[in-house]
């Protein structure tokens, strides 16, 4: 018989202590920003914001459904994807759009600058991180005299045969 957990009970005590610090800012960021937008501070949130952070690499709507089924939480799709739009209106993660259907979701707090190789045959993503990238961006910014909030590179890459 499955058993619904009340999301308000997550405990962090399976954290590492530098995990758990690390929980504590992007919850903190999280507070602030609901408090900024006089949103609520639902338990649905940190519990979906939770689960993000707990994660390497790449992620959907459907994998953290899936995720909260199998802890048997109820959260709704809609949940997700409203908290997900949230969380990127405060910066807390990032969005791809690696292919032509589903949007790709990362945590962007403790995660390292990078860009993605996208490649068509296999779908895999490849991260990377290059300097230069970065020292374009400064000259941009001095030579245009502007400041780059963000930017966006995607490079979509088919295996040489031989
Ligand atoms: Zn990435």
Known sequence: MSKKHHLSKIDISDLSDTQKQNWEKVRDLLTRHLEKK?????????????????L?????????????KEKQFSVSKATIYNTLEVLLEASLVKKHQFGKVQAFYEKSIFNSNHDHIIMLDEYEIVEFCDPRI?????????????????????????????
């Open 38 to 54: 006089n949103q609520r501070k639902t338990p649905e949130r940190y519990a979906i914001l939770k689960v993000i952070y707990s």
């Open 56 to 68: 390497d690499g790449h992620f959907d709507i459907d994998h953290l459904y899936r995720m909260f």
């Open 134 to 162: 970065e020292a374009i961006k400064k000259d941009y910014e001095e030579a245009l005299n502007i400041s780059i909030e963000s930017h966006s590179l995607y490079f979509y890459a088919k295996k040489k045969t031989k």
